[in-house]
């Protein structure tokens, strides 16, 4: 019998530690990350989409390949504010609408075994989530978000520091959770719901969301299969539960709170300040 000679294939080299550019790399993509965790929390504030909207917002929005219609850029600020929480409602926290969490898109239901993984991830972490007037969950995509953006705030400061090991802590954590949660699901609902809207607001940052989600992943290097990307689908039980925690305001819906973390966000997108 004849034995075949093994082949080791060595490990790609880990890359060089640069702490200025991994702090600056970090801070960058938390901005994204608080940017996405606003759209997706609430209802936009008057002051939130006031900000928006500032040349130089607009100019670093259509950077990334943004495109909005006059429907946001050319309607009053007083009209988008209601236009836009009309919208969130029909597409958030209505009956038959997308909810923005992980259990409801992976599952069908609230707070499956991804609810209770995130929960454990944010304590492990040594992070609570915060609720405001509303109730919310730990696997809404808001708090995943934002999740991810205080890692990165983490990782920043290590990087600046030039403490390397917690630098690859920070990183490991945010792979691991990509590859557990978000990276399961947030690709897929951002096509469903810039499907789904009939608000360019909404159609440009899920159409973000996805791609956005495309590059971590690519960047990360991650194997990590998206299941979403199925029509807006949600049990009645699971919707009514849904609303009676965030019953409340425009259209017979209601926003869910920010989901904010510990460490908490500016209320403005950071990238943007």
Same mark, same amino acid.
């Given at each position: 019998?004849?034995?075949?000679?093994?082949?080791?294939?060595?490990?790609?080299?880990?890359?060089?530690?640069?702490?200025?550019?991994?702090?600056?790399?970090?801070?960058?993509?938390?901005? =994204?990350?608080?940017?996405?965790?606003? *759209?997706?929390?609430?209802?936009? +504030?008057?002051?939130?989409?006031?900000?928006?909207?500032?040349?130089?917002?607009?100019?670093?929005?259509?950077?990334?390949?943004?495109?909005?219609?006059?429907?946001?850029?050319?309607?009053?600020?007083?009209?988008? =504010?209601?236009?836009?929480?009309?919208?969130?409602?029909?597409?958030?926290? +209505?009956?038959?609408?997308?909810?923005? *969490?992980?259990?409801?898109?992976?599952?069908? %239901?609230?707070?499956?075994?991804?609810?209770?993984?995130?929960?454990? &991830?944010?304590?492990?972490?040594? /992070?609570?989530?915060?609720?405001? %007037?509303?109730?919310? $969950?730990?696997?809404?995509?808001?708090?995943?978000?934002?999740?991810?953006?205080?890692?990165? &705030?983490?990782?920043?400061?290590?990087?600046?520091?030039?403490?390397?090991?917690? /630098?690859?802590?920070?990183?490991?954590?945010? @792979?691991?959770?990509?590859?557990?949660?978000?990276? %399961?699901?947030?690709?897929?609902?951002?096509? $469903? *719901?810039?499907?789904?809207?009939?608000?360019?607001?909404?159609?440009?940052?899920?159409?973000?969301?996805?791609?956005?989600?495309?590059?971590? =992943?690519? %960047?990360?290097?991650? @194997? *990590?299969?998206?299941? &979403?990307?199925?029509?807006?689908?949600?049990?009645?039980?699971?919707? &009514?539960?849904?609303?009676?925690?965030?019953?409340?305001?425009?259209?017979?819906?209601?926003?869910?709170?920010?989901?904010?973390?510990?460490?908490?966000?500016?209320?403005?997108?950071?990238?943007?300040?």
């Amino acid at each position: 019998m004849q034995i075949e000679p093994i082949h080791f294939i060595p490990p790609e080299p880990k890359t060089p530690f640069n702490p200025q550019e991994a702090a600056e790399d970090c801070a960058a993509r938390a901005g =994204v990350y608080h940017l996405l965790a606003g *759209v997706f929390a609430e209802e936009s +504030s008057r002051e939130f989409l006031a900000a928006l909207r500032q040349p130089e917002s607009m100019a670093a929005l259509a950077e990334a390949g943004l495109r909005f219609d006059a429907d946001f850029t050319d309607t009053p600020l007083e009209q988008l =504010v209601d236009d836009t929480a009309c919208e969130y409602a029909s597409l958030f926290a +209505s009956p038959g609408g997308a909810a923005p *969490v992980e259990s409801v898109r992976r599952t069908g %239901r609230m707070q499956q075994e991804p609810f209770y993984e995130v929960k454990a &991830d944010y304590q492990r972490l040594g /992070f609570a989530l915060q609720h405001g %007037r509303f109730s919310t $969950v730990e696997d809404h995509l808001g708090a995943e978000l934002e999740f991810v953006a205080a890692l990165l &705030d983490r990782a920043a400061a290590a990087a600046e520091a030039s403490n390397e090991k917690a /630098f690859r802590r920070m990183d490991r954590e945010i @792979k691991r959770f990509w590859t557990m949660h978000l990276g %399961r699901w947030a690709r897929g609902y951002g096509q $469903v *719901v810039a499907r789904a809207t009939d608000h360019s607001f909404y159609r440009e940052m899920a159409k973000f969301l996805h791609a956005f989600g495309e590059d971590e =992943v690519l %960047r990360m290097k991650l @194997k *990590v299969d998206d299941a &979403d990307g199925r029509p807006p689908e949600q049990p009645k039980q699971e919707t &009514d539960e849904l609303d009676k925690a965030d019953s409340g305001s425009c259209c017979g819906g209601a926003a869910t709170p920010p989901p904010m973390l510990e460490d908490p966000a500016s209320e403005l997108p950071k990238f943007l300040l």
